[in-house]
């Protein structure tokens, strides 16, 4: 950067003393990169946080209101979010110097644009995410100052570079601790463990409705790529967790069908395989709010063993059944209306599964499938999980 501009910063004395002197250098540009590169390492971190160069560098932040010095802004925010990754001190005078406040200061006015700068978005969020891990305190100032509608703007801003620190800052104010993957630890907590599925799910996207003589009708819910997304990381998450469940070589090298490309086929393709492994955990139970209920038997008093059943009764036989068929049989089940295609390759033994999973170890279950007669021979051979 020419010094011919940086000599037009309106930057108070101490400040830029402080950081010329700490970092052993001509300018502020080169000031910050070396604190980027000494915050680093550990025992220089340290010896930063007795020279108060956190608060120098967030003084230098609130002096930086201009477009004209994002480069310097990122570069503060690099060496904040460096000083920050460890070290108590370094943390307090963060929050002492009301850190949160100025960092969405600079995320808001240079960020959170037409043409948002996800850099410096990516590295706030990094920076708030090194800094909320410090103890609760720290947690609740984030908390307090980004909920609800900070991390909402944040989160529209589309980056897979951005949505895991957000997902780590969210996290580690709602759960203590330090761990990966950020964004299945979130979604694991509130839609698996926690209660919010539902309203997740459907606030995806809206029921479409038109308007006609002021009566608003609700035309028929179609789902979207996203709703479809959000089933395939959960189904993610609970086949990860599954760790005791012996896996057959079959299974493990089978060919993953989904996604299709078409979010409601993809929905219900999901939306199998998450209740294959919900009915593979013989050991789950619900939670204590809601009473030590098996999961599997309240899903079976929902009645899907028998909607489970229906479906496998109105598909098309499978094609091995088929070439054992006669050619009477191949024209009459072609001229029936009732049987389907399967809408995606494996639904067939997706469905099986769940019913196998719910049947294993439960004489109840097993006999109520025996009281609606289905075969399962007919219907697919399966290596169930």
Known sequence: MDDKFVSELSVPENVTKTLLLVSNSASLEKALEKLIEIAKVPDRRFDLSTKSVVTAVLQLCRSLSSPSWRYLLLLSLKALRNM???????????????????????????G???????????????????????GREHQCDVWYQLFPHSFLKI???????ICDPLCMVIYTCCEVGLREDWLKLLLSKICIEGSYFSSIFFKLHSHPCVENNDIITHLAYQFV??????????????????EHIVVSHVFALRKDDLPTGSAPIDVLGYSLVILRDICACGHLASSKEEGPKDVVDILVSCVHIELLLDLLRNLEPPTRIRKAMTQDQIKEAATSSSLRCCPYKGFRRDIVAVLGNCAYRRR????????KKWDPFTATTVCYR
């Open 112 to 134: 959170l644009t037409i043409d948002p700068d996800c850099e410096i978005i990516r590295v706030g969020v990094q920076l708030l995410g090194n800094y909320s891990v410090a």
């Open 364 to 371: 109840h279950i097993q006999d109520e499938i025996r009281d």
């Open 84 to 110: 920050c990754a460890g070290g108590i001190r370094n943390q307090n005078a963060f929050l002492e110097q009301r850190g949160v406040e100025t960092v969405m200061d600079v995320i808001t006015s240079v």
């Open 155 to 161: 989160a529209g801003v589309r980056s897979r570079e």
């Open 225 to 242: 790529s996203e709703q479809a997304h959000l089933l395939s990381i959960l189904s993610e998450i609970l086949n990860e967790q599954l």
